[in-house]
């Protein structure tokens, strides 16, 4: 059985990521989850094309969570490095 009333997984394949959702009809429609699918293919390909973005990329202050700077602050120490 499944530990879970729906599961996703995912990873890369071929150099594409690669989803499965996993439910229960019992529970789901696959339309419905059908639909949750595409809302998190939407989201993920303006998450891509944000990162492929004039100024995107570089570290940001969730890479350093202890940290505790802003992307503002975080910014002003690496030039301050250069």
């Given amino acids: 059985g499944r530990s879970h009333v729906l599961a996703v997984t995912a990873g890369v394949a071929g150099g594409r ?3 499965t959702w996993g439910y229960s009809r019992g529970l789901h429609r696959g339309e419905t989850v059908g ?5 998190m293919a939407e989201e993920l390909r303006s998450l891509v094309a944000g990162c492929r973005g004039e100024g995107a990329g ?3 202050p969730s890479d350093f969570p202890a940290a505790g700077l802003t992307q503002r602050e975080l910014d002003d120490f690496l030039t301050s490095l250069a």
């Fill in 17 to 19: 990521m690669v989803m």
């Fill in 35 to 39: 639909l949750a699918a595409g809302w």
């Fill in 58 to 60: 570089g570290p940001a």
